[in-house]
């Protein structure tokens, strides 16, 4: 089965830092061809962060964090992260972890009706 679960969550200063995981069964990260992070803020549409090509670890950001965040992943762990640097109170939403069994063009690979499979989120809130 496709199994997806986001922690590391949790209320942060502004100005702070987090660290997100995605644990992944066997099967999902072997099937994955690409893996993302996505936020949904209150009252605002599903938004790509990051993601990741799981077999050659080519990266893409949302402008909105480039230079703040990082994507990464441990195959041996079969775990996905999200390190979030100088956080601020934009940043706030309920965080996804999401899988891809397919190759997306770059133009597509922060659009979250592309991902099938999503992990259940994991609340960020940063304070000012």
């Known amino acids: 089965q496709v199994q997806l679960v986001e922690s590391g969550g949790g209320s942060v200063q502004a100005g702070g830092s987090l660290r997100l995981s995605c644990a992944a069964s066997s099967y999902t990260y072997s099937s994955s061809r690409l893996m993302g992070w996505f936020r949904q803020a209150p009252g605002k549409e599903r938004e790509g962060v990051a993601a990741i090509y799981t077999g050659t670890g080519i990266t893409i950001y949302a402008d909105s964090v480039k230079g703040r965040f990082t994507i990464s992943q441990d195959n041996a762990k079969n775990t996905l992260y999200l390190q979030m640097n100088s956080l601020n109170p934009e940043d706030t939403a309920m965080y996804y972890c999401?899988?891809?069994?397919?190759?997306?063009?770059?133009?597509?690979?922060?659009?979250?009706?592309?991902?099938?499979?999503w992990g259940q989120g994991t609340q960020v809130t940063v304070s000012s």
């Open positions: 999401a899988a891809s069994f397919t190759f997306l063009p770059i133009s597509r690979r922060l659009r979250p009706a592309e991902y099938g499979y």
